[in-house]
């Protein structure tokens, strides 16, 4: 393969940038499917677990809020029964005798003995029980030989002393043994002193005896879940018991009631409910509050949210999880698809390359083979890029002496494609074709050419392909035919004048005889005449009879000259062929005849007739003729019977006869009864002049028809005419 | 004269061969006609004397009411003669007849196309003949009505 070779097949290598667009393009749509696929399974599964997890909530806030609850009914309860062991006290007469009499006389052992009997009874609720007197000084106390009263409960005392009430001492930090106490101060009234308080019971509880434990104990099983207690103190909350996950937190530690996300404060602060916050660790958790009637107290009843929500988010790694295996599986669908579709796409390549090679294979073939000059050229530059073989031989040039000259700078093409001017007229046009402008060859012959060129696209470039055909035989044998025919054409305008001068001569003739030999016979008749119109009288019967017999001759002769010149007519007027109704036109023609055989006794048979294609006028007067000829030889006969028919229609014409059972003809003499003045009759037996038969052939036969007669001396005669049909007439005659 | 047909008029025979001319005049005589018929002898005599030219320059009386005319003529033949008259502003009123041997096509229809009148065939038998001639005589001196400008016998006196 040279180099011109390589540049056709440069269209194989193309597809590959055209075929890339619509790999690229499935692919960024599989892509756009994985995508909204993704999203769309995403989406749904975040929010399936918004949903679950607020049910989740929703669920754990009503936990919440139930504990709380019952957590707060219990506090509230046990404030009130601590309250209650306090008005046993205060308003017990006999206590309060008893606690008189000791208060009034302190050496009193019984006094002192049945007051400790008492207070022993209260020992398992309270770790300290005692008395005080009105100016808040003990006076006895179980255990015995206690320390005063702390702060916080000597200031509580004085309340209780003015309002005579059982007052709950809330949670206060005993600054003797450091800890955290709680009490009930009870009035002792006296009854006869107008109810004035005598003194003051003091009932101290130890929370870590039961108060606390309650408050930690968590129904259930929880990491982080704890309720708290908190009492508000100024601007602050304070935690009153001890928390879960810090140590010395009951009334030391304390929150500012600006710290809204800790629950504590929001207890502090009167809210109750369900709330989400951030606890005292900082940690997030879930908070239902719950004040305690009648006291300070607010309940927290708290949850991590890290456990609370632990086996919903548990939930939603599965669902994650889950996710994440949809995605993937989507993913491996659309890859699957995307594989299948390059797997499709290489292989139908693969296939089209194949098909394109063979085509390849075949047109170039065509090409090496062809017998026709082929050059293809670039259509933009009009640079040669292939030959073929048959051209190269053709013109004898090399195929170098072609490749890649434009086709004007060859010397030989200087008459077809000549310059650029004619070159950019190819291109407008896309096509032209020459004949007349021959070739040199290299060793100087000039040989004929047809030069067929076309432009046509081939990828994104367009070709042109040059066809170059030698016609130098054709051409020659075309020269030949040209000079065949001119002498042909001379010849037929030859005879064509002969002809013409015939006809004329023909003509010339008739209007001789019209005019030249009838004015010699109208004088012999006329003065023939005259002569015996004036001498009549003096002639003698035989002058008389010759010249009778002159007058006689004379018309014979008249009758002569128009039967010739009518027969000479039908020959040379123009054929009128029209559809013609033959039985109209037999009825017409027997017309004519009505006069002459109304005194015979004729049986005519008329059958019914085809319509035939013929010059009506010629066609009246062959039926005139016919007929004529029928009466006239039925003359001697007294049942004279003429029919007239047609024979079944054969070889695409129609066949009429006139029969008649006259005198008839020998069948010997039949070839002579169309001649012209043939008779075979004589004047004396049947007048005539014997043209009648003849013009009745030339006028059939100038229809393409034949005409035939039968008959037997004696025996009657038919006589057959036949007319080509319109369409399907072979002339035979 | 004879008053027979009453109104005379001219009749203008053109005819060369002198038989006819006699044979023609034999048949008009019979009905009194034939004085009243000039005869001239080819077509041009005929242009002549429609047109007062040559030698009848100073001819009297105007048109005739006729012209009888033979088709086959020495120097101008008939059909000439047909033409001239039909193309001539001032002949073409005058009717023309044919009186012709010929039943050719070509005659009839030419002369038909250049406006002739009549065509009558001379028949061969003397008694057609005469018949013939003795109707178109009739017919043409005495039931047409000539066009107004040909002149009467008692005007070309």
Same mark, same amino acid.
């Given at each position: 393969?040279?180099?011109?070779?390589?540049?056709?097949?440069?269209?194989?290598?193309?597809?590959?940038?055209?075929?890339?667009?619509?790999?690229?393009?499935?692919?960024?749509?599989?892509?756009?499917?994985?995508?909204?696929?993704?999203?769309?399974?995403?989406?749904?599964?975040? /929010?399936?677990?918004?949903?679950?997890?607020?049910?989740?909530?929703?669920?754990?806030?009503?936990?919440?809020?139930?504990?709380?609850?019952?957590?707060?009914?219990?506090?509230?309860?046990?404030?009130?029964?601590?309250?209650?062991?306090?008005?046993? $006290?205060?308003?017990?007469?006999?206590?309060?005798?008893?606690?008189?009499?000791?208060?009034?006389?302190?050496?009193?052992?019984?006094?002192? *003995?049945?007051?400790?009997?008492?207070?022993?009874?209260?020992?398992?609720?309270?770790?300290?029980?005692?008395?005080?007197?009105?100016?808040?000084?003990?006076?006895?106390?179980?255990?015995?030989?206690?320390?005063?009263?702390?702060?916080?409960?000597?200031?509580?005392?004085?309340?209780?002393?003015?309002?005579?009430?059982?007052?709950?001492?809330?949670?206060?930090?005993?600054?003797?043994?450091?800890?955290?106490?709680?009490?009930?101060?009870?009035?002792?009234?006296?009854?006869?002193?107008?109810?004035?308080?005598?003194?003051?019971?003091?009932?101290?509880?130890?929370?870590?005896?039961?108060?606390?434990?309650?408050?930690?104990?968590?129904?259930?099983?929880?990491?982080?879940?704890?309720?708290?207690?908190?009492?508000?103190?100024?601007?602050?909350?304070?935690? /009153?018991?001890? /928390?879960?996950?810090?140590?010395?937190?009951?009334?030391?530690?304390?929150?500012?009631?600006?710290?809204?996300?800790?629950?504590?404060?929001?207890?502090?602060?009167?809210?109750?409910?369900?709330?989400?916050?951030?606890?005292?660790?900082?940690?997030?958790? /879930?908070?239902?509050?719950?004040?305690?009637?009648?006291?300070?107290?607010?309940?927290?009843?708290?949850?991590?949210?890290?456990?609370?929500?632990?086996?919903?988010?548990?939930?939603?790694?599965?669902?994650?999880?889950?996710?994440?295996?949809?995605?993937?599986?989507?993913?491996?669908?659309?890859?699957?698809?995307?594989?299948?579709?390059?797997?499709?796409?290489?292989?139908?390549?693969?296939?089209?390359?194949?098909?394109?090679?063979?085509?390849?294979?075949?047109?170039?073939?065509?090409?090496?083979?062809?017998?026709?000059?082929?050059?293809?050229?670039?259509?933009?530059?009009?640079?040669?890029?292939?030959?073929?073989?048959?051209?190269?031989?053709?013109?004898?040039?090399?195929?170098?002496?072609?490749?890649?000259?434009?086709?004007?700078?060859?010397?030989?093409?200087?008459?077809?494609?000549?310059?650029?001017?004619?070159?950019?007229?190819?291109?407008?046009?896309?096509?032209?074709?020459?004949?007349?402008?021959?070739?040199?060859?290299?060793?100087?012959?000039?040989?004929?050419?047809?030069?067929?060129?076309?432009?046509?696209?081939?990828?994104?470039?367009?070709?042109?392909?040059?066809?170059?055909?030698?016609?130098?035989?054709?051409?020659?044998?075309?020269?030949?035919?040209?000079?065949?025919?001119?002498?042909?054409?001379?010849?037929?305008?030859?005879?064509?004048?002969?002809?013409?001068?015939?006809?004329?001569?023909?003509?010339?003739?008739?209007?001789?005889?019209?005019?030249?030999?009838?004015?010699?016979?109208?004088?012999?008749?006329?003065?023939?005449?005259?002569?015996?119109?004036?001498?009549?009288?003096?002639?003698?019967?035989?002058?008389?009879?010759?010249?009778?017999?002159?007058?006689?001759?004379?018309?014979?002769?008249?009758?002569?000259?128009?039967?010739?010149?009518?027969?000479?007519?039908?020959?040379?007027?123009?054929?009128?062929?029209?559809?013609?109704?033959?039985?109209?036109?037999?009825?017409?023609?027997?017309?004519?005849?009505?006069?002459?055989?109304?005194?015979?006794?004729?049986?005519?048979?008329?059958?019914?007739?085809?319509?035939?294609?013929?010059?009506?006028?010629?066609?009246?007067?062959?039926?005139?003729?016919?007929?004529?000829?029928?009466?006239? $030889?039925?003359?001697?006969?007294?049942?004279?019977?003429?029919?007239?028919?047609?024979?079944?229609?054969?070889?695409?014409?129609?066949?009429?006869?006139?029969?008649?059972?006259?005198?008839?003809?020998?069948?010997?003499?039949?070839?002579?009864?169309?001649?012209?003045?043939?008779?075979?009759?004589?004047?004396?037996?049947?007048?005539?002049?014997?043209? *009648?038969?003849?013009?009745?052939?030339?006028?059939?036969?100038?229809?393409?028809?034949?005409?035939?007669?039968?008959?037997?001396?004696?025996?009657?005669?038919?006589?057959?005419?036949?007319?080509?049909?319109?369409?399907?007439?072979?002339?035979?005659? | 004269?004879?008053?027979?047909?009453?109104?005379?008029?001219?009749?203008?025979?053109?005819?060369?061969?002198?038989?006819?001319?006699?044979?023609?005049?034999?048949?008009?005589?019979?009905?009194?006609?034939?004085?009243?018929?000039?005869?001239?002898?080819?077509?041009?005599?005929?242009?002549?004397?429609?047109?007062?030219?040559?030698?009848?320059?100073?001819?009297?009386?105007?048109?005739?009411?006729?012209?009888?005319?033979?088709?086959?003529?020495?120097?101008?033949?008939?059909?000439?003669?047909?033409?001239?008259?039909?193309?001539?502003?001032?002949?073409?009123?005058?009717?023309?007849?044919?009186?012709?041997?010929?039943?050719?096509?070509?005659?009839?229809?030419?002369?038909?196309?250049?406006?002739?009148?009549?065509?009558?065939?001379?028949?061969?038998?003397?008694?057609?003949?005469?018949?013939?001639?003795?109707?178109?005589?009739?017919?043409?001196?005495?039931?047409?009505?000539?066009?107004?400008?040909?002149?009467?016998?008692?005007?070309?006196?």
């Amino acid at each position: 393969m040279d180099a011109g070779e390589n540049r056709l097949p440069r269209k194989a290598g193309r597809p590959d940038c055209v075929h890339s667009g619509p790999t690229c393009g499935g692919g960024y749509l599989l892509l756009l499917v994985f995508f909204l696929l993704g999203a769309g399974i995403v989406i749904s599964g975040w /929010l399936y677990c918004r949903r679950q997890e607020k049910q989740y909530i929703a669920g754990m806030a009503q936990q919440l809020s139930i504990i709380a609850e019952l957590k707060a009914r219990d506090l509230a309860q046990y404030r009130k029964e601590r309250l209650a062991d306090g008005s046993v $006290f205060c308003q017990n007469a006999s206590f309060a005798a008893l606690a008189r009499r000791f208060l009034e006389k302190p050496d009193d052992a019984d006094a002192q *003995g049945q007051l400790e009997a008492w207070f022993e009874e209260c020992r398992p609720q309270y770790d300290q029980v005692r008395l005080l007197d009105a100016q808040g000084v003990s006076r006895l106390s179980l255990p015995a030989g206690l320390p005063a009263v702390s702060d916080p409960v000597a200031r509580e005392l004085a309340g209780v002393l003015r309002s005579g009430r059982v007052s709950f001492q809330d949670f206060y930090r005993s600054e003797q043994d450091r800890r955290v106490h709680l009490g009930v101060l009870a009035p002792i009234l006296d009854e006869k002193n107008a109810r004035q308080p005598l003194g003051v019971l003091f009932l101290r509880i130890d929370p870590d005896s039961w108060l606390y434990p309650f408050i930690k104990r968590w129904p259930g099983a929880s990491r982080t879940a704890e309720t708290l207690l908190v009492r508000r103190e100024g601007n602050e909350a304070v935690f /009153l018991n001890e /928390l879960r996950f810090q140590t010395n937190t009951a009334l030391n530690l304390r929150a500012p009631l600006d710290r809204v996300a800790l629950p504590a404060v929001q207890a502090a602060l009167g809210r109750e409910g369900f709330m989400e916050g951030v606890d005292y660790r900082g940690e997030p958790v /879930l908070a239902a509050l719950q004040v305690i009637p009648d006291s300070p107290w607010s309940l927290v009843a708290r949850m991590d949210v890290a456990e609370a929500l632990g086996p919903i988010r548990e939930e939603g790694w599965r669902v994650a999880a889950m996710i994440g295996a949809l995605l993937f599986g989507a993913g491996a669908c659309v890859g699957l698809v995307w594989w299948q579709h390059r797997v499709r796409f290489y292989r139908e390549k693969a296939r089209t390359t194949e098909a394109l090679q063979g085509s390849e294979v075949r047109y170039r073939r065509l090409f090496e083979a062809a017998q026709d000059g082929i050059l293809i050229l670039e259509a933009g530059s009009g640079i040669i890029v292939d030959v073929n073989p048959f051209l190269i031989g053709l013109l004898g040039y090399s195929r170098e002496s072609f490749l890649g000259k434009k086709l004007w700078e060859l010397g030989f093409f200087k008459d077809i494609v000549g310059n650029q001017a004619r070159f950019a007229e190819l291109q407008r046009k896309k096509y032209i074709r020459y004949e007349d402008k021959p070739l040199e060859t290299s060793d100087g012959r000039r040989i004929d050419v047809e030069f067929v060129s076309n432009v046509y696209p081939c990828g994104e470039e367009e070709v042109i392909h040059c066809n170059i055909r030698e016609i130098t035989d054709l051409k020659r044998a075309e020269k030949k035919i040209l000079k065949l025919n001119a002498e042909l054409e001379e010849q037929v305008s030859a005879r064509t004048a002969e002809l013409q001068a015939a006809c004329a001569e023909l003509e010339s003739f008739s209007y001789s005889v019209s005019h030249d030999l009838r004015a010699p016979l109208r004088h012999v008749m006329g003065f023939a005449d005259m002569l015996q119109k004036d001498a009549g009288p003096s002639l003698s019967e035989k002058s008389l009879s010759q010249l009778k017999i002159i007058h006689e001759a004379a018309e014979r002769m008249g009758e002569l000259i128009d039967d010739l010149l009518a027969f000479s007519r039908a020959g040379r007027v123009e054929l009128q062929k029209t559809g013609v109704n033959l039985d109209e036109l037999v009825r017409e023609t027997l017309g004519d005849f009505q006069a002459e055989t109304k005194a015979r006794n004729i049986a005519w048979q008329i059958q019914p007739l085809p319509p035939v294609w013929a010059d009506h006028n010629l066609l009246r007067q062959v039926l005139a003729n016919l007929i004529s000829n029928a009466v006239k $030889f039925t003359g001697a006969r007294a049942g004279a019977k003429i029919e007239i028919g047609c024979a079944p229609v054969t070889n695409g014409e129609t066949v009429v006869f006139v029969r008649d059972n006259g005198a008839g003809f020998d069948p010997r003499y039949a070839h002579k009864l169309f001649g012209v003045f043939q008779r075979l009759h004589s004047a004396v037996e049947f007048e005539g002049t014997g043209i *009648g038969l003849a013009n009745v052939r030339r006028i059939i036969g100038r229809h393409g028809g034949r005409t035939w007669a039968e008959g037997a001396v004696g025996g009657g005669a038919t006589f057959y005419f036949s007319i080509p049909n319109q369409n399907g007439g072979n002339h035979g005659h | 004269m004879d008053t027979e047909i009453g109104d005379i008029r001219n009749i203008l025979l053109v005819e060369d061969d002198p038989r006819d001319v006699e044979l023609t005049l034999a048949a008009l005589e019979e009905h009194h006609l034939a004085n009243q018929v000039l005869v001239v002898h080819d077509g041009a005599e005929a242009l002549d004397y429609l047109c007062r030219r040559g030698k009848f320059k100073t001819r009297a009386g105007g048109h005739p009411i006729v012209v009888l005319l033979d088709l086959k003529m020495p120097k101008v033949n008939g059909l000439e003669v047909l033409k001239a008259i039909k193309a001539d502003e001032c002949l073409k009123i005058i009717p023309v007849v044919v009186l012709s041997s010929s039943r050719e096509t070509p005659d009839l229809v030419e002369c038909y196309k250049h406006g002739v009148n009549a065509y009558v065939v001379k028949p061969v038998d003397f008694a057609d003949f005469m018949k013939a001639v003795k109707h178109l005589g009739i017919f043409w001196a005495a039931i047409n009505e000539p066009p107004p400008q040909t002149g009467r016998k008692e005007e070309s006196d």
